[in-house]
């Protein structure tokens, strides 16, 4: 099965200009995260869309960071405008079912992820 | 103090050593992922336990439930696995995953 999809791979860009990411998750899974990871970190939780509604957004920064997932497959997220510190990977990952009590937890699956360096 | 302890932070180790990275963690889990992130890659998971062991080629996952504790073994290691490891478990309270900082790994040939 292909993996999941992000664009673009790079990206480099000033202080308060705006920036989007596109991930495209694997067939079928319901389950879609969005992480920040920066240098020497493990990765942080933005946004987990469950289908095209949100599960958990509390550490999304709202007053500059947005995601949507309007047909519950592929999703964007949006930075506008970025500060210097949102330098880092962005990562997405999908799975078939997640924060479900029955059943037990599914793996999710990685994107290669988006570096974005802001000047 | 973090809720998932890695150690070590970092390892350096000659190719064909055998490697343990261990993972700690203080919250209560119905289950803990090791994963692997080369440089300016993406994240691949490895393992995914609840209990006991589990083993793919050349790696090993052990988790102790009673200890809060897991350790990933490489046997045999080579330049190839040369990676960030990260140790990722799931609260059981509420089903977040809480990373680890990962424990950069080289093999030198």
């Known amino acids: 099965e292909a993996g999941v999809a992000q664009s673009p791979r790079y990206k480099i860009i000033e202080k308060r200009q705006s920036v989007a990411f596109w991930c495209n998750p694997i067939s079928g899974h319901a389950t879609l995260y969005w992480y920040q990871q920066i240098l020497g970190q493990g990765p942080k939780l933005l946004i987990q869309f469950q289908n095209n509604g949100v599960v958990d957004d509390s550490q999304l920064p709202k007053d500059r960071f947005s995601a949507e997932r309007l047909k519950g497959v592929d999703s964007t997220l949006k930075i506008q405008p970025a500060k210097l510190e949102d330098s880092a990977v962005y990562l997405c990952a999908s799975s078939r079912n997640g924060g479900e009590k029955t059943g037990g937890i599914y793996e999710q699956y990685f994107g290669p992820g988006t570096r974005l360096t802001v000047t | ?109």
Not at chain 2, 14 to 30: A, K, L, P
Not at chain 2, 70 to 97: E, F, G, K
């Open chain 2, 1 to 109: 103090k973090n809720e998932v302890e890695q150690s070590p932070q970092n390892l350096t180790a000659q190719e064909g050593e055998f490697i343990t990275i261990n993972c700690s963690y203080s919250v209560g889990i119905s289950a803990l992922h090791w994963l692997q992130q080369h440089p300016g890659g993406g994240i691949v998971s490895l393992f995914m336990l609840s209990s006991g062991k589990k083993k793919h080629g050349r790696l090993i996952a052990t988790i102790n439930i009673q200890e809060k504790h897991s350790s990933l073994h490489i046997t045999a290691s080579h330049p190839r696995d040369s990676a960030v490891y990260i140790c990722a478990v799931v609260r059981d309270s509420n089903y977040q995953l809480i990373w680890g900082a990962g424990t950069k790994l080289i093999i030198k040939p």
